[in-house]
């Protein structure tokens, strides 16, 4: 029987737990696929030839773009990310190459992330541990913000959207997302500009598309509420960086809370870092757990036998919507 | 005008009481503890603050002809209550008054152990890009035990349910029929079954030190804990040895013992430990506006001779 070389994730500079993927993955795996594991981008770019299925994510992408590139006889490319928009998707497409992707692996680590970012800013949590790093008894609480009685606009309402909604209205935070159509409390997306004035949070969770583009800017950051803090959890380029800079720095709105920047990493120098105000999380939020592997390899798994069957692979990732 | 009932408060709450007394009561006010103590023996009802500018709640102490004591605060362990019971005296607390907002605090505290976020903010603060720190994980379908499950433990509760984690409280008398919430005499048994154990239970006798070294080795290996309630819950050296050999995953600590906590205290520098030193309570929100509104409300009912609201039960000691 001639096997499928499939190139995976083996324990390796991806992310921490890679190792983990590895453990879920092999003893279930398929006689009909040949494993090969990667460790390094070295052996990840040697093995990539030979790859008809690839798993080639690396937190710092364009290693991994190269891998695709080499992979002149991939078939099928799985990853562990929602958003592939740094891949050249129609090249891709071009080549005949299926793509999935994880979608809704990390909805919940993400949710958890934004109210933990949004918690954080409220109480500025960064001041309540310098002061605990200076062993400093604090004589008032730095932030004194509240989550119940505020009203949060959520853009972009998929999976994590809905968690966000969910936890949010918990705390007693009245929830308006916005939608395709308006009704049962949402938005329609032509309607949320004129309304912007009415929210404490404006929460971004957005896919990266042309639409969602630069779709805060300067207009959107002056018809904020003075005091309202904007929370990007969608991709860096959803947001005007400077004129978000400038909007914080003259305080037209409070501040923000930034999991997500253009571009990624932040370099030391960049003028995000020092705005008061500015809370900047690193792509943390969806960074993958022990529980999101083990959802990503048992749906890896479930997806080799619709390949092997000739069945649609699932979830397939759509350029034009960007999820 | 010996017939007007004196009500005695602290100077910044007159301007919003002052304007919706009803006839029939005086009112009087201290700025500073000097003033208090010379002004409570004059009070038929008095308003005093656990912490506010120290030690306010001495002034009750001196409230020796008061009939009626109130305070907004929810942890009433500082106050003379051996008095108030001699002198047979009513004490109403503000229990509820700040739920939401402590609450809020706590799940923070429990996110920021889940998630390692402590190191994130340090890195911010370098301008450095931080790659995931090792051991963060998802709060979704893990379980928490919420020790103490009155109203700030409830908030605690619900709002860790919305993010999927499994939630067990516990009660001094639980309420039958809901396994969720368990009696004081069965969570220890129980304790390794948790990922984060958060206390919400008032300092009474009865709760001193109710965490020390055998409930910490109970816990599961990497158990968070987050404390918003008061520093006596927990034998504080017992912790700082189940952190530093590592069996404890983390702590958020709001209370402590002392408090301040002394900037040599080996808490401070115990692996994964934050101390945000006693700010749970602190909102934006009205809770001084609320707590006028219930104390108006109680005052209805003093002057009618009817039964006041919130009144701490002596012999619970909350």
């Known amino acids: ?323 | 005008m010996a017939d007007k009932a004196v009500i005695v408060i602290p100077e910044h709450l007159r301007h919003m009481l002052e304007p919706r007394l009803p006839e029939g009561v005086e009112l009087r006010t201290f700025t500073g503890m000097e003033e208090a103590l010379a002004l409570a023996p004059e009070a038929e009802i008095g308003w005093f603050e656990q912490f506010e500018g120290g030690v306010m709640f001495k002034a009750s102490a001196a409230a020796e002809n008061a009939k009626w004591i109130n305070t907004a605060g929810v942890g009433i362990d500082a106050f003379r209550t051996d008095l108030m019971i001699e002198r047979g005296q009513i004490f109403t607390n503000g229990v509820g008054l700040r739920s939401d907002t402590i609450a809020d605090f706590a799940v923070l505290g429990v996110l920021t152990l889940s998630r390692r976020f402590a190191p994130v903010l340090r890195a911010h603060d370098r301008r450095e890009w931080a790659r995931a720190e090792k051991g963060s994980r998802q709060l979704a379908g893990s379980r928490a035990l919420i020790l103490g499950y009155g109203s700030i433990g409830r908030a605690i509760g619900d709002r860790l349910r919305a993010f999927g984690v499994e939630v067990i409280g516990v009660r001094r008398s639980p309420d039958d029929g809901d396994p969720s919430v368990i009696g004081a005499e069965s969570w220890r048994a129980r304790l390794s079954e948790f990922d984060w154990v958060v206390i919400a239970a008032p300092g009474t006798a009865e709760t001193k030190h109710m965490l020390g070294a055998a409930e910490f080795a109970a816990m599961k290996s990497g158990c968070g804990i987050v404390n918003i309630a008061r520093g006596s819950l927990i034998d504080q050296a017992a912790l700082v040895e189940a952190l530093e050999s590592g069996h404890l995953g983390g702590a958020v600590l709001d209370a402590t013992t002392p408090e301040p906590l002394p900037a040599d205290d080996p808490l401070w520098s115990a692996p994964n430990v934050v101390v945000t030193g006693h700010i749970a309570g602190h909102g934006q929100s009205d809770s001084t506006e609320r707590a006028v509104e219930r104390f108006l409300i109680n005052l209805d009912h003093y002057l009618k001779g009817e039964p006041l609201e919130h009144v701490v039960d002596f012999s619970r000691g909350y």
Not at chain 1, 8 to 16: C, E, N, R, S, Y
Not at chain 1, 227 to 237: H, I, P, Q, S, T
Not at chain 1, 250 to 263: H, K, N, S
């Open chain 1, 1 to 323: 029987m001639t096997r499928t070389v499939a190139v995976l994730p083996g324990v390796g500079p991806g992310f921490a737990d890679a190792g983990l993927l590895r453990s879920h993955i092999e003893p279930r795996l398929p006689d009909w696929i040949d494993a090969r594991w990667w460790t390094s981008v070295e052996e990840l770019h040697a093995l990539a030839p030979e790859a008809e299925i690839g798993w080639f994510d690396l937190h710092y992408k364009p290693p991994q773009i190269e891998a695709v590139r080499l992979a002149s006889g991939l078939k099928w490319l799985n990853s562990l990310f929602a958003g592939l928009d740094f891949l050249d998707l129609e090249e891709m497409a071009r080549r005949g190459i299926q793509l999935t992707h994880g979608s809704g692996l990390t909805a919940a680590q993400v949710s958890e992330y934004v109210l933990l970012g949004m918690l954080a800013f409220a109480k500025d949590y960064s001041a309540v541990l310098r002061a605990q790093d200076r062993h400093d008894w604090l004589q008032a609480a730095p932030g004194i913000r509240d989550i119940a009685g505020s009203k949060v606009l959520l853009l972009g309402f998929g999976e994590i959207g809905r968690l966000v909604a969910r936890q949010l209205t918990a705390m007693g935070a009245e929830v308006v997302p916005v939608r395709r159509k308006a009704g049962e409390g949402a938005l329609a997306a032509s309607e949320w500009r004129a309304r912007l004035g009415e929210f404490d949070w404006v929460v971004l969770t957005v896919p990266g598309t042309a639409e969602t583009e630069r779709m805060i800017g300067a207009a959107e950051l002056a018809a904020m509420k003075r005091g309202a803090v904007l929370v990007n959890f969608a991709r860096g380029n959803v947001i005007d960086q400077d004129a978000l800079a400038d909007a914080v720095e003259q305080g037209r709105i409070a501040g923000a809370v930034l999991d997500v920047a253009e571009p990624e990493p932040l370099p030391p120098g960049h003028r995000l870092w020092s705005v008061p105000g500015i809370l900047i999380t690193m792509h943390l939020g969806g960074r993958p757990t022990p529980a999101s592997m083990k959802r990503a390899a048992d749906r890896f798994l479930v997806n080799c036998d619709r390949y092997r069957r000739g069945e649609p692979l699932q979830p397939t990732f759509d350029a034009r919507l960007g999820y």
